[in-house]
Antibody, heavy 117, light 111 residues
Framework: EVQLLESGGGLVQPGGSLRLSCAAS????????MSWVRQAPGKGLEWVSA????????HYADSVKGRFTISRDNSKNTLYLQMNSLRAEDTAVYYC??????????WGQGTMVTASS | QSALTQPPSASGSPGQSVTISCTGT?????????VSWYQQHPGKAPRVMIF???KRPSGVPDRFSGSKSGNTASLTVSGLQAEDEADYYC???????????FGGGTKLTVL
């Protein structure tokens, strides 16, 4: 079955760190760019970061640049998002999404990240 | 990275057609044919309905169509059905430093 499964979300204090994972199955993972997209409670979608299929090229939204790092392990079919210096405004559901020509054609179920004291 | 502009709400009766607009700039919507549209039901992950302005993924009903003119893209839902009631988001590629930018979302109500 073609699917994405996120994990690693939780409650963290502001200034803390968290690493999200996204396990992919059912497709040739290394062939596709992957992204993280987040959605704050009751708000719209916000693209966070993207990585090429090889992992060589990465992109970040200004709001997370310098704090978040996207990476992937193609041998494990897994995407990661290392989040440091978390802020209250980073609180959101984080989705991983498979990219195809700058569209997101497969989404995970999401994992909730809450940055609060 | 400014968000694309969508109307916050839209509505129509069953069987009618409704069009949702998505306005950007020449740096995103107007500059690339990489506009996509997503449907999101409450508590669910988004689902792509349109990619590359007007292409439908397999499994998406042909009641959904997309278009673009200048810096504004549009999603039209024809023959509205109750299950079309959801939030809809547009997205566009915005250059090498802005992989993707989303609109603020439109809540579609089927009356």
């Amino acid at each position: 079955e073609v699917q994405l499964l996120e994990s690693g979300g939780g409650l963290v204090q502001p200034g803390g760190s968290l690493r999200l994972s996204c396990a992919a199955s059912g497709f040739t993972f290394s062939t596709y760019a992957m992204s993280w997209v987040r959605q704050a409670p009751g708000k719209g979608l916000e693209w966070v970061s993207a990585i090429s299929g090889s992992g060589i090229t990465t992109h970040y939204a200004d709001s997370v640049k310098g704090r978040f790092t996207i990476s992937r392990d193609n041998s494990k079919n897994t995407l990661y998002l290392q989040m440091n210096s978390l802020r209250a405004e980073d609180t959101a559901v984080y989705y991983c999404a498979k990219g195809e020509r700058f569209a997101f054609d497969l989404w995970g179920q999401g994992t909730m990240v809450t940055a609060s004291s | 990275q400014s968000a694309l502009t969508q109307p916050p709400s839209a509505s129509g009766s069953p069987g009618q057609s409704v069009t949702i607009s998505c306005t950007g700039t020449s740096s995103d919507v107007g500059g690339y044919n990489y506009v996509s549209w997503y449907q999101q039901h409450p508590g669910k992950a988004p689902r792509v309905m349109i990619f590359e302005v007007n292409k439908r993924p397999s499994g998406v009903p042909d009641r959904f169509s997309g278009s673009k003119s200048g810096n504004t893209a549009s999603l039209t839902v024809s023959g509205l059905q109750a299950e079309d009631e959801a939030d809809y988001y547009c997205s566009s590629h915005a250059g090498s430093n802005n992989f993707a930018v989303f609109g603020g979302g439109t809540k579609l109500t089927v009356l």
